[in-house]
């Protein structure tokens, strides 16, 4: 069984190894313009030390087996399990394993030793892939759940799952889950404010109260609170206000210079068929490998989705062996006056809302759009145009502002054990909010 990368380099080498551009695209692949490693901007919506490194893997999802809208959370000690799944575009049969990290809420490695958070194998070998139904392109398909026979999680906190090809010793990719240990009560609740900072944008402070466990007996030290919009783990944002006064709980929020988006926008791409008659789609060309999709333009201030649908009930990969993949052309109409060194991207379900080199946008005079393009199979995904800025995630200079949307929340406890040195993940509570 192969060593698993993880125990060949350090962990600041990893979180410097961010996402690159999962498919050959018009655009170019994973490094810039200038033949250099692409370098990711601060500020992800993925968690720290999350990786894509490899140019063969489409269509990862990771969500609880049986609820595919599901978040990555599980309940320690429960029957519950996880289903990863993912896609390698090629025929070749590849041998991979899995392997599993334990961290804290900063995502920074929290220190345990491997036998004191799982009981199982050091690396797992994932089943071999089965081979689609479709050709142009052939691909395999890749699917495994845990906890199983093989792994036991043995406490809560955050985790980071790896997928390497144990031939050649590349990891693939690593994606963030939850184990809590549903202690203490939760009830949460949103209140809708304007900010002056925000230019007018409706804002949400999401607020709690958590009935704390008996053996917690200094909340204000011993436990945080974090709230996360949207499923984007890496923006995860700690409680700066709490109240500790009535015995037995606690109340917590964000104040109003840390509150969230509250009409956060996002579009939607109907990818259900790959036909002409598809909805959005401009042209198709069968005859390509992969066939060619070219979809309507997209015009900043008119094409955002008008429904109130939270994003994490959009995802939604075709999961069949006979769902194909396109190459898919964005155009996108805006009248931003960029400033040097300004760059848009395309970010998305597609790719795991990371930002990624090859869906870079490049203007086109003859057009006068921008545009790019990817490899993405048939599904329905959220996505957003986004602008990088001094090294800046800039993700709503090009939003309506007047959209009405609905987001999605998740609070999240932690307990900073005396007695055990890490954090334990004490409950979760998953609630939504109309803008």
């Known amino acids: 069984m192969a060593a698993s990368i993880f125990k060949k380099l350090p962990l600041l080498l990893l979180t410097s190894l961010f996402l ?3 498919g050959s695209t018009e655009n170019g692949g994973s490094t810039s313009d200038n033949g250099t490693l692409y370098t990711p901007p601060e500020n992800q919506f993925t968690v720290p030390g999350q990786i894509n490194a490899s140019d063969l893997v489409f269509s990862v999802d990771l969500h609880r087996n049986g609820s595919p809208l ?3 959370i599980l309940d320690l000690n429960s029957s519950q399990q996880l289903l990863l799944s993912f896609d390698l575009l090629e025929f070749d049969s590849r041998q991979l394993s899995i392997s599993f990290t334990h961290h804290n809420p900063d995502w920074s490695r929290s220190g345990l030793a491997e036998d004191f958070y799982k009981d199982g194998y050091y690396n797992l070998m994932l089943p071999f892939g089965r081979v689609s139904r479709t050709e142009r392109p052939d ?3 890749y699917s495994y759940e845990f906890p199983n026979d093989n792994i036991e999680f043995l406490v809560s906190g955050n985790y980071m799952l790896q997928v390497e090809d144990t031939d050649s010793g590349n990891l693939l990719f690593s994606l963030p889950f939850f184990i809590t240990e549903n202690e203490g009560d939760i009830i949460s609740q949103v209140e809708t404010i304007t900010v002056p900072r925000d230019e007018g944008r409706i804002s949400h402070i999401p607020r709690s109260i958590f009935e704390t466990p008996d053996y917690i007996t200094t909340p204000q030290f011993d436990v945080e609170f974090y709230y996360v919009q949207n499923q984007f783990w890496g923006r995860a944002r700690r409680a700066d206000e709490l ?4 015995p037995g709980e606690v109340q917590f929020e964000v104040s109003r210079d840390n509150s969230f988006v509250g009409d956060y926008e ?17 042209e198709y060309d069968p005859s390509d490998i992969p066939p060619r999709i070219e979809l309507f333009e997209d015009v900043q201030g008119f094409t955002a989705n008008r429904d109130q649908i939270p994003l994490s009930s959009i995802k939604g990969f075709d999961s069949s062996l006979n769902a194909r993949y396109a190459n898919v052309h964005f155009k996108f109409d805006t009248n931003y006056q960029f400033g040097n ?3 848009i991207y395309l970010v998305g379900d597609f790719t795991n809302w990371a930002i990624r080199s090859g869906y870079r ?9 921008w545009r790019t393009n990817g490899i993405i199979k048939t599904g329905t995904y959220a996505y957003k145009y986004v602008v990088i800025q001094n090294n800046e995630i800039m993700d ?3 939003d309506d502002s007047f959209t009405q949307s609905r987001q999605e929340y998740h609070a999240l406890v932690y307990y900073r054990d005396p007695n055990r040195f890490y954090y334990r993940l004490l409950q979760t509570n998953n609630f939504f909010k109309n803008s």
């Open 20 to 22: 690159i551009q999962c």
């Open 396 to 398: 709503l200079t090009l």
């Open 139 to 141: 691909y395999r398909s």
């Open 266 to 282: 996002f579009q939607v791409l109907y990818l259900t068929d790959l036909t002409q008659q598809a909805p959005g789609v401009l």
């Open 70 to 72: 599901s978040a990555p």
């Open 243 to 246: 109240d500790t006064s009535t």
């Open 341 to 343: 060194g300004s760059e």
């Open 361 to 369: 946008l490049q203007y086109r005079q003859e057009s006068d759009r």
